[in-house]
């Protein structure tokens, strides 16, 4: 299933005007509008629930969240960690806000 964009979403632009990046400009067929931020509030108990069930599951994430957890680095963790993990942790991809793994 398509989502047609254009009629379904606004994106809120956190990148300075430019006349590159118009979010409102809906004539524009095919042209890729990056996402500088995505902010959501007001999600429910079960939503982080879910997903902290979901980094139980896999062994990476749960390495993952326990290092970022840390004040200091562990080279024990770290050594757990397998490729690509291992690269894109190092690589600093990752970071964890309110108990959510984010990757970038």
Do not use: C
Request: a neutral charge.
């Amino acid at each position: 299933m398509e989502i047609d964009r254009r009629k379904n979403f606004r994106f809120s632009k956190w990148a300075p005007e430019s006349g590159t990046l118009d979010s409102g400009n809906t004539d524009s067929e095919g042209t890729e509008t990056p996402i500088f931020g995505i902010s959501s509030s007001e999600l429910h108990n079960e939503f982080f629930s879910a997903v902290l069930k979901s980094y139980a599951k896999h062994k990476q994430y749960s390495i993952l969240l326990q290092i970022l957890q840390q004040k200091y680095r562990s080279p024990e963790l770290e050594s757990q960690l397998e490729e690509p993990w291992l690269k894109a942790y190092k690589d600093n991809k990752f970071f964890l806000i309110d108990g959510l793994l984010y990757h970038r």
